[in-house]
Nanobody
């Protein structure tokens, strides 16, 4: 079955960096767009970043633009989220997801994604 496993979360001080990884198994993701979302306690899940199938097109939420970078290594069947200049308001569970629409672009809409990981906790202390 399809599995997405996030890793790289943890506790970091404000201004620090983390690199999240999302490794896929049971599905070759090289032709599919991918996305990262997050959910803070008491809040709805929100879009963070998305990348198209080739990695040539990316899109970010305004709140993370200029600080986060999404990338992918299709040979490793893995997507990454590099997070720099972290702020306490970035604290959330971060989820990766695959949009199983071959050769299409990414989406900021969560219900357009077909498979989700279990999430990884990111906590930013002030």
């Amino acid at each position: 079955q399809v599995q997405l496993v996030e890793s790289g979360g943890g506790l970091v001080q404000a201004g620090g960096s983390l690199r999240l990884a999302c490794a896929a198994s049971g599905l070759t993701i090289s032709t599919y767009p991918m996305g990262w979302f997050r959910q803070a306690p008491g809040k709805e899940r929100e879009f963070v970043a998305t990348i198209n199938w080739s990695g040539g097109s990316t899109r970010y939420a305004d709140s993370v633009k200029g600080r986060f970078t999404i990338s992918r290594d299709n040979a490793k069947n893995t997507v990454y989220l590099q997070m720099n200049s972290l702020k306490p308001e970035d604290t959330a569970v971060y989820y990766c997801a695959v949009r199983k629409r071959a050769y299409l672009g990414g989406s900021s809409v969560s219900n357009e994604y077909d498979y989700w990981g279990q999430g990884t906790q990111v906590t930013v202390s002030s």
